[in-house]
C-alpha cells in the first residue's frame, strides 16, 4: 500500500487484522509441530502451511479479510507461524525434555527460561546479520525460495488453499484411531508420514523408514546381525530400544554431519562471490549490512548470549554446586557454544537448506563432559545452545521470502522496513513458542511424548559416567558416521536412519514407503499439489494428535 506521498508502505505485523490470525495460526502450528517431532523426531516447514492459511482467507468474501489478498502481509503471517512452530519443536521443548529424559524435571522452568531466551537472541542474531557480506539475501536459503513461489503462485488463486483445506480433514480423517482397518487390524493411519514422504527428499525418507522397520522388527531379524555383534566381542540384543545403539548411532551421525557442514560452509563462501556476479548481479552489487554493522552485530549478540547464560545459572542454582573457576569456564564455554552453533547452523542452511541443529550442538556438549561440569549445568547447557540454532535458520529462510515478494531489494527502504515487520513477527512467534511449551509440556511428558534427540543428549551425558554405555555408543557411532558419510550431507541419511532407530512405530516407516510408491509415478506431473496436500496431512495428523492427546490425559 501506498501512503500520502504515493511512497510504499509495508503492513504492520501489529496490525489487528494481521496480529490476530497470526497469533492463532501460530499457536496450532506450535501445538501441530510439537506433535510431529515427538513421534517422528524432526519438524515439517510449517511457513507453507501458514502461507496457505493467509491465501485461503483472503479468498472469503468478507471486507474485512480482503487485506491478506497482501502478500506482504501473507508473509508476515507465515512468519510467525513457523517461528512458532520451529521454537516450539526445536528449540523449547526439546531442551526440556532433556531433563524428562534424564530423570530429573526439578529445573525444567530454568531449562524453559534458557531455552527461550536463547531461541529469541538467535532470532534477533540473524535479522541483524540478514544481507551481509557472511549471509547475503541473493544467497540460495533454498525453502524460503521455496514458499515464496507457493505464496506468489496463490495469488493467482485459491486452487492450492482448497487442496490444503481437504488434506488437513484427511489427515484428521486418517489419523483417527477409531477407523479401524479391519484386514490388517490397524486402527489409524500414520498420516504426517505419509504427509512428509510427498515433499521431503526421497532417499532421505528411505532411510528413516528403513530405521523405523529395523527398530520395529528387529527381534525377527536380529540373527541377520549376530556376526557383526561377535566381531565387536557384544552380545546380540532382542531389543534395539532397551540399548544405547540408537543413540551411537545418532551421536556418530552428527559428527560427521557437522563435519559436512562445514565442507558446504567453506565451499559455498568461496563460491558465493561468483554466484553474486554471473546469477543475480543487480542483488549482489551492494550489501544493507555492511562489515562493521556485521562485527557490532556479532559482538552485541555474543554479550547476550553471555547474560543468557549467567541469568540461567542464577535462577537454576547451579552455581551453588561449582567451584568460581568452574562457574567461570561454564559461562564462557556456555556463550562460546551458543555464539558459534547458530552461526554454523545458519551457514549450512543458507548455502544447503540443511540445518545440522543437533550435530553441532552434540559436539559442544561432548567436549563439556572432558571438562568436569556436573550433569544439570551440562544439562542446561546443552538446551541453551541447542535452542539458538533452529530458528536462526527458520528465520533466514523466511526473510529469503519476503525479499523475494518485496522485489529482490530493488526498493531498499522497503526491503528494510518489511524485514524489520518480519522480525517483529519472528520474535512473537518465539514467545508464543515459550508459552505453549509451557502450557503442554507436562501433558507430553506423562504421555511419554518427547523428542528422539533429547534422549541422545540425556544419553549421552549419563554415558560420561558408564563405560558400558559409552562402549555401546561408540561402536554403534562408527556405523552412523558410515553411513551419514556415504549419503552426503544433503541426504543425511545417516541422521534420519538413526531417527527411526529412536522411534518405536514401524506402521510409520510402512506408511512412508506406501507414500513414496505412490509418489513416483505422480511427481513429474502433480508435484505442486502432492506438495500441499502432503503438508495438509501433516497438519491433520498433528491436529488430531494433539486432541487425542488432551482426550488420553483426562481419562
Known amino acids: 500500500m501506498n501512503d500520502k506521498n504515493g511512497l510504499l508502505v509495508h503492513p504492520k505485523a501489529v496490525e489487528p487484522q494481521t496480529i490476530v490470525l497470526s497469533i492463532l495460526v501460530s499457536i496450532f502450528s506450535a501445538i501441530i509441530c510439537m506433535q510431529i517431532i515427538s513421534k517422528l523426531g524432526f519438524t515439517p516447514n510449517t511457513s507453507i502451511i501458514g502461507a496457505m492459511i493467509a491465501m485461503s482467507i483472503a479468498r472469503i468474501p468478507l471486507k474485512g479479510l480482503q487485506s491478506f489478498r497482501s502478500l506482504d502481509r501473507q508473509n508476515l503471517v507465515q512468519t510467525m507461524t ?157 531389543n534395539l530400544g532397551a540399548t ?155 526473510l529469503k521470502t519476503g525479499w523475494i515478494i518485496r522485489g529482490r531489494g530493488e526498493n531498499k527502504d522497503y526491503e528494510l522496513a518489511g524485514r524489520k515487520q518480519q522480525m517483529i513477527s519472528e520474535l512473537m512467534g518465539g514467545v508464543i513458542a515459550v508459552i505453549v511449551t509451557a502450557a503442554l509440556m507436562n501433558m507430553h511428558f506423562k504421555l511419554g511424548m518427547i523428542p528422539p534427540v533429547s534422549k541422545v543428549f540425556a544419553a549421552t551425558i549419563q554415558a560420561g559416567a558408564q563405560p558400558e554405555i559409552l562402549r555401546q555408543m561408540f561402536i554403534s557411532a562408527i556405523f552412523g558416521a558410515a553411513l551419514q558419510a556415504v549419503g552426503g550431507a544433503k541426504r543425511s541419511i545417516g541422521i534420519l536412519f538413526a531417527t527411526g532407530l529412536l522411534i518405536n512405530n514401524p506402521i510409520y516407516g510402512i506408511g512412508l514407503l506406501v507414500a513414496l510408491l505412490i509418489r513416483w509415478p505422480l511427481e513429474k506431473k502433480y508435484k505442486g499439489e502432492l506438495e500441499i496436500w502432503g503438508g495438509g496431512f501433516v497438519a491433520g495428523d498433528g491436529i488430531y494428535g494433539f486432541i487425542d492427546a488432551l482426550i488420553r490425559l483426562a481419562a
Open 244 to 398: 544405547y545403539i540408537p543413540h551411537g548411532f545418532m551421536i556418530g551421525a552428527g559428527l560427521i554431519s557437522l563435519i559436512q557442514a562445514i565442507a558446504t560452509i567453506v565451499k559455498g563462501t568461496r563460491r558465493s562471490p561468483a554466484v553474486g556476479k554471473t546469477v543475480e548481479t543487480k542483488e549482489a552489487a551492494g550489501y544493507t549490512v555492511t562489515p562493521k554493522q556485521l562485527n557490532k552485530a556479532l559482538v552485541t549478540h555474543v554479550g547476550l548470549f553471555a547474560v543468557g547464560a549467567l541469568l540461567m545459572a542464577i535462577i537454576s542454582g547451579i552455581l551453588g554446586e561449582m567451584s568460581v573457576g568452574k562457574i567461570i569456564i561454564w559461562v564462557i564455554w556456555c556463550t562460546f557454544s551458543a555464539a558459534v552453533a547458530p552461526i554454523l547452523v545458519g551457514l549450512s542452511a543458507m548455502h544447503s537448506g540443511w540445518f545440522p541443529g543437533f550435530a553441532v550442538s552434540i559436539i559442544f556438549v561432548s567436549l563439556g563432559l572432558f571438562m568436569g561440569f556436573p550433569p544439570q549445568a551440562l544439562i542446561l547447557l546443552t538446551g541453551y545452545v541447542a535452542s539458538t540454532g533452529p530458528c536462526f535458520a527458520d528465520m533466514g529462510y523466511d
Open 82 to 238: 513457523s517461528a512458532a512452530g520451529f521454537g516450539a519443536a526445536n528449540c523449547t521443548l526439546l531442551a526440556v525434555a532433556i531433563f524428562f529424559a534424564y530423570g530429573d524435571l526439578s529445573l525444567a522452568i530454568p531449562m524453559l527460561i534458557g531455552s527461550g531466551l536463547a531461541t529469541l537472541i538467535g532470532m534477533h542474531m540473524v535479522y541483524q546479520c540478514y544481507d551481509s557480506e557472511l549471509y547475503p539475501a541473493s544467497a540460495s536459503w533454498p525453502p524460503g525460495v521455496a514458499t515464496a513461489t507457493a505464496i506468489v503462485a496463490g495469488d493467482e488463486g485459491g486452487k492450492k488453499g482448497k487442496h490444503l483445506l481437504w488434506g488437513i480433514i484427511l489427515g484428521i480423517i486418517g489419523s483417527s484411531k477409531y477407523i479401524a482397518i479391519k484386514a490388517i487390524g490397524l486402527k489409524g493411519l500414520p498420516m504426517a508420514g505419509v504427509g512428509i514422504a510427498f515433499f521431503a527428499n526421497p532417499v532421505a525418507m528411505i532411510a528413516l523408514a528403513a530405521g523405523l522397520l529395523l527398530r520395529g522388527y528387529f527381534p525377527q531379524i536380529s540373527f541377520l546381525f549376530a556376526p557383526i555383534a561377535k566381531l565387536f566381542g557384544s552380545e546380540l540384543p532382542t
